[in-house]
């Protein structure tokens, strides 16, 4: 692998960004954020503590009359202003996402446009909070219904997208009219906090926006969902995360879009287009290395084409090039840590030992950081982890498959619901087996789900709520009725 010089972050704040201040912790604590690809320290981050918690709560409640009573107009400026700003600094903040998350220039330049988009979209949709005057049924008196901000809002994000899973999130909240509490990734915060310093440029008030990065998420968070004056809890993250915040959101009957783990089937019946299902095979599976919860993670192929998808695919994985993603050259970078480099080498063994096939890749990479090869897994058995458990990993298993009607029951036999792909040449077909997939989003002859005017969010125990489109603002909205005599 080419040695790759260090990006001086030398500038960037990595203190705690509270009431538009950046603060030192309550308690002198830091943690060190590394390079996955090389180990080596990139930043040490202040590490917040309670009462640091607590601040940010009475910062964003101070602010939250102000912010919510700002025409939404006025609101729209901010937010396109955080569109242009982060496109103007688009590379300074790829090398950022590079840096802390591993992922190839290409993927982090693609990631800080996906994040900007949703200011700019946000930007539109903060002055079409529309409600609605009706007639009562029984006459007399007229039915108003109005759309107010939710209030104080806690936002967890996960380290898989540190710039996106936050815009994701905050534009919606700031067009709402809502203040924010932002508990960034331990293992990619600084994305995060290098957005502070551009939501303050571009106008967002003091308290409207507060960062806390810290170590110890559990028990700060959980402070956030006991505190009476934060009334949402958004969170990207696992499933069994999810399922602990939501038992902890109950004790305050708290709001919680939650989009949590997946187990995406990606499906090629017999009459698709081999080369078009190839070409999205490579976008749904190495997106980010496969680090996305709408990864592609097992593939049902139809026997008719099984073989030359199988070839073709393979073949395209075996071509790319892997190394340290501030390298132009590299395609697939470092997975995070070397916990998911470790499930990732598990599932393959797994897989191998049960008799699927290791059509390409299928070991780890000597040397430093925590790089795992594109990998094909062929003939993979029903019974294998790799075709149940989320892979978070450039490893494709790629199962065999007689019929469709097997191979729709093979897709929805899993507790998630989150992203499904479907290649066909038949539209009508297409359609009517997407409606029959039980998953909250369906592509269909393409490998990229994701758009901001879109809803984003699962069925079954992949989440709750929707994310983009004008329903992600809705989230971040408490629905009012006034009964009005006539």
Known sequence: MREIPMLS??????????????????????????????GESVAQVADAGLDDARAA?????AALPAWRDTPPRTRAEVLRKVHLLMLERLEELARIITLENGKPLADSRAEIRYAAEFFRWYSEEA???????SQAPAGGYRILVQHQPIGVVALVTPWNFPSAMGARKIAPALAAGCTVLVKPASLTPLSM????GILAEAGVPDGVVNIVPTSRSGPLVDLWLHDPRVRLVSFTGSTEVGRILLKAAADQVLKTPMELGGNAPFLVLDDADVEAAVDGAMIAKMRNMGEACTAANRFYVGAGVYDAFVRAFAQR??????GHGLDEANQVGSLIDAATRDKVEELVQDAVSRGAKVLCGGERLPGPGYFYPP????????????????????????????????????????EYGLAAYLYTRDLAKGLKLAERLEFGMVALNRGLV????????????????????????????????????W
Request: aromatic share 6%.
């Open 193 to 196: 906090l290098a957005l502070a």
């Open 57 to 61: 709560v009475d910062a964003a409640a």
């Open 317 to 322: 994985m075996r071509e790319q090039k892997i």
């Open 450 to 485: 994701s758009d901001p005017a879109a809803p984003f969010g699962g069925v079954k125990q992949s989440g709750l709520g929707r994310e983009g489109s004008w329903e992600g603002m809705q989230e971040y909205m408490e629905t009012k009725y006034v009964s009005v005599q």
């Open 127 to 133: 002055c079409r909070n529309l409600g609605s005057v």
């Open 375 to 414: 990998t094909v897994l062929g003939d993979v058995p029903a019974d294998s982890r790799v075709l149940s458990e989320e892979i978070f990993g450039p490893v494709a298993p790629i199962v065999r498959v007689a019929s469709e009607d097997e191979m729709v029951e093979l897709a929805n036999g899993t």
């Open 9 to 38: 972050i030398a500038n960037l704040p990595t203190g705690l960004y509270i009431d538009g201040n950046w603060a030192r912790p309550s308690q002198p604590r830091s943690f060190t954020v590394s390079d996955p690809a090389t």
